[in-house]
């Protein structure tokens, strides 16, 4: 794709979970981890067919008619860094829109990006969400297929920048849950972004292909010990789904 195209897999106009404020969320097509425990409708639902593509131009004039009803505009995945030139492009011209420019300009990723592309985007970007799906290399590995070091890198880099506005940590029954693990992500996160909102998600089968599809959902009792530790860790912003 060029730097004025890229492949979307679907809109939301309106969108409250998807960064601050009441959003406007593109999808981008494909991911770089093969996560077993994704539930994604969005970007699930168009695997059997092929993403469309879209310009910068047209995104924009997507977005335009609901604009005075926004607080900003957010792009997720699949994995929207793997796109992030077409990224930089949207929220460049958002930026620079007369009736846009006042919109925030989010990125809602899985944190498995270079340096580089977080300072590709850093001048046009106001915030960051990044999932941890484990902080175990072993557990990440299992669920994703992928080592986790590219992400908690991210998150330092981000913190750094000032742009991590969220850390999301999706708890899965037998792989991330247990108290060693919920522990050592805790003391970590708190040692490098203390301030940040933390949003604790229990996993939930219902959605998910196989063998996802077979395991348990998280549990109320784990979720609310999970909400326990983080706030011990003195994380003010917890927010439990």
């Known amino acids: 794709m060029s730097v004025n195209h890229g492949l979307l897999a679907d809109v939301v106009e309106f969108s409250c979970v998807d960064g601050p404020g009441n959003r406007f969320v593109a999808f981008l097509q494909g991911c770089n981890f093969d996560c077993i425990a994704c539930h994604n409708p969005y970007t699930i639902a168009v695997r059997s067919r092929q993403a469309r ?47 846009l420019g006042g919109l ?22 106001d915030g960051a969400m990044i999932d941890l799906k484990a902080f175990d290399p072993v557990a990440h590995r299992l669920l994703t297929g992928h080592s986790n070091e590219p992400v908690l890198r991210s998150i330092e880099l ?10 999301r940590l ?9 108290p060693p693990a919920l522990e050592h992500t805790a003391k970590w996160l708190a040692g490098v972004a203390p301030d940040v909102r933390v949003k604790v998600i229990g996993f939930r089968s219902h959605g998910t292909a196989p063998p996802a599809s077979h395991w348990d959902d998280e549990s109320p009792e784990v979720l609310r010990w999970a909400e326990e530790i983080l706030r011990v860790e003195g994380f003010a912003d917890v927010v439990v789904v």
């Open 104 to 125: 925030t300009t989010f990125v809602d990723s899985n944190g498995c990006a270079p340096p580089s592309t977080w300072a590709a985007l850093d001048p046009v970007m």
């Open 170 to 178: 999706l708890l899965v029954p037998g792989f991330n849950d247990g």
């Open 53 to 99: 593509d879209v310009s910068v131009d047209d995104l924009v004039e997507r977005v335009r008619p609901v604009a005075p009803f926004l607080s900003g505009v957010t792009v997720s995945g699949g994995e929207a860094t793997r796109q992030a030139a077409f990224v930089r492009a949207f929220f460049a011209a958002v930026k620079d829109d007369a009736e």
């Open 158 to 167: 981000l913190a750094g920048l000032g742009k991590l506005h969220e850390v």
